[in-house]
């Protein structure tokens, strides 16, 4: 009988450009190589069983994401050092437990923008955010859709702007009713030509309450 476990663990670095399906391969071959022996689905083509609780945009860093994957034996007392030995430079492991919260419970993320501007731009940036109708585009796989920003947002952003550089702190909505800062950085661009390239960091992961997702 498998015991199901959940680790937290940071991407940053040459690492944020791994894609979603590629980091459960990295993980999968990190844990062979550190020799912890995780369990293995059933069948012809067998691997080990990870899952990453939510998708995130290549090119995005993030400080508490999570991955749940399953085990056969207690895990010993030296596990987040022999994995982060075996993983590549910009993901590390910060917390392994039993068991956390269901995925589904997932409901809001925190999210950091930072990007180079002049005080002009930044005002304009500031205003449009204030803005209860304003409207963007939600890409998914469906398609492309036109949605209102206030509907995704939990509270309010904040925005702030201090030597060049405008900072965007907000709450969006994750899990089934989602919405990414890259979706906000690219109307941001298109609405007022903003030039610059923001840097994306997913804070943390919270529920419906917005405490932080375990």
Request: glycine residues 8%; hydrophobic residues 40%; proline residues 3%.
């Amino acid at each position: 009988m498998f015991k199901k476990m959940r680790l937290k663990f940071s991407k940053d670095g040459a690492s944020k450009f791994i894609s979603h399906l590629d980091l459960m391969h990295v993980f999968q071959r990190s844990f062979a190589r550190a020799g912890i022996e995780v369990w293995q689905t059933e069948g012809f083509n067998r691997h080990a069983y990870v899952s990453i609780a939510l998708p995130m945009p290549v090119g995005m860093s993030a400080r508490g994401e999570f991955l749940d994957f399953r085990v056969e034996e207690d895990i010993e007392p030296d596990f987040i050092e022999r994995l982060n030995s075996a993983l590549p430079t910009g993901l590390e492991v910060t917390e392994v437990y039993e068991e956390g919260a269901p995925v589904k419970e997932i409901a809001y993320a925190d999210y950091v923008m930072t990007g180079e501007c002049d005080a002009d731009t930044f005002e304009k940036i500031r205003e449009m955010l204030k803005d209860r109708d304003l409207e963007l585009i939600k890409k998914s796989k469906s398609g492309e859709r036109t949605v209102r920003f206030y509907d995704f947002v939990r509270g309010e952003p904040e925005v702030a702007y201090e030597n060049g550089e405008v900072k965007i702190e907000m709450t969006l909505g994750a899990g089934e009713n989602n919405l990414s800062s890259t979706a906000v950085a690219k109307h941001i661009k298109n609405t007022i030509g903003f030039k610059g390239n923001f840097i994306h960091v997913r804070e943390r992961i919270l529920d419906k309450n917005g405490a932080e997702f375990r």
